[in-house]
């Protein structure tokens, strides 16, 4: 068996089916394997999964620990699975799944590649922590500017998966649990990072996916100290002078008052607008937590500070990103890019 693909799911009987046939159209070979990772209250997804046909081998696991990251390194461990060349993960809460982006992911690997992402443009109202915190974050201290690296569609190597397996057993207790959560993503992102280059596959349109706002607490509470922790650890890059601007693809559309609103509310009861914001605006808070890692502070810690700080960015990107133009929203996305690696640096940019 030369390819495998993970499904991770919770929950998702009406996308299961679609995902699994576009992943093995992908996967395209009777040898494949395709194991579901399953962590549902019910049976149906499990149920829908059986029933759709395949090329491929399908391999149920059920009553798994709720997690996508428990869910992923389940599903990675099973012995099937230490044949594949090259391994598929899919976002199951995908509602237009495409065979040809799972091709291309694969095809990047297997040209080279540790692991390759999609990279599909955002609403300029979504992917609030992959714009203001995990993309700058990661591209100023690591040298990596991967446009989606939270994205849920990725490919990579036996090598950088069995390098992830490795580093998860050996975490203390609190950041495995936040790696077995939504912390998966940038862990498996960052521990390819050591095994060989990443790449990034461009797609024209939008993801459509379920809202991951109202899971925003769950998930930055388990991605953020993960990503303090893995950038923390590193030398940053070189300086980002004679580059051109980061590019951001906030894709536009108008959102009905009602529903910004409403989003509005949920922020201020997660914790209500602090004043003097302005004194300190985004993203050196960012940076601070950055640097207090460096120095020695919990990443969990670093990161429950940095949350208050994180939400007015988020509160003040969609208050007055309502009034702007595409351009104006990326230009914005680009310049805070810029500001957080010069303040990740000592003395500025040398």
């Known amino acids: 068996m030369s390819v495998a693909a993970i499904l991770p799911s919770r929950n998702e009987p009406s996308t299961i089916a679609a995902v699994t046939a576009a992943v093995d159209a992908a996967l395209g070979d009777d040898r494949a394997v395709i194991v579901h990772a399953d962590s549902s209250d019910t049976p149906d997804t499990a149920e829908r999964f059986s029933a759709t046909p395949t090329r491929a081998r399908k391999i149920c696991l059920t009553g798994l620990v709720r997690g996508k990251g428990a869910q992923i390194l389940a599903a990675a461990r099973h012995p099937r699975m230490t044949a594949a060349e090259t391994v598929l993960i899919a976002d199951t809460d995908t ?15 297997r040209g080279g590649a540790a692991l390759a992402i999609a990279d599909y443009p955002r609403h300029w109202d979504e992917a609030n922590l992959t714009n203001h915190l995990a993309r700058p974050l990661i591209a100023a201290a690591t040298g990596h500017d991967v446009p989606q690296p939270l994205a849920g569609d990725l490919a990579l190597t036996r090598e950088a998966l069995a390098a992830a397996l490795r580093a998860a057993d050996a975490l203390e207790a609190g950041m495995a649990a936040c790696v077995d959560g939504y912390g998966i993503d940038t862990f498996l992102l960052l521990r390819a990072a050591t095994c060989g280059p990443l790449a990034s596959v461009r797609l024209d349109e ?65 914790a209500r607008p602090r004043p003097g914001y302005d004194e300190n605006p985004w993203p050196l808070p960012a940076a601070n937590a950055w640097h207090a890692v460096n120095s020695g502070t919990p990443a969990a810690d670093a990161a429950r500070q940095l949350w208050p700080h994180y939400l007015d960015r988020v509160r003040d990107w969609l208050t007055s990103g309502q009034h702007a133009t595409t351009r104006q929203r990326a230009e914005r996305l680009a310049a805070a890019h810029a500001r957080l690696y010069t303040a990740l640096t000592p003395a500025g940019a040398p």
Do not use: C, W
């Not at 993801?207 to 940053?236: C, D, M, N, W």
């Open 95 to 109: 509602r237009n799944p495409d065979p040809a982006v799972y091709r291309a992911l694969l095809d990047r690997v």
């Open 206 to 270: 939008p993801k459509q996916h379920a809202r991951s706002f109202p899971h925003l607490p769950a998930i930055y509470r388990e991605a953020v100290p993960v990503l303090l922790h893995l950038t923390a650890a590193g030398t940053l890059p070189p300086a980002l002078s004679g580059r051109g601007p980061a590019l951001y693809r906030p894709q536009d559309r108008v959102l009905e008052p009602g529903r910004l609103q409403a989003m509005l509310t949920a922020l201020d009861g997660l």
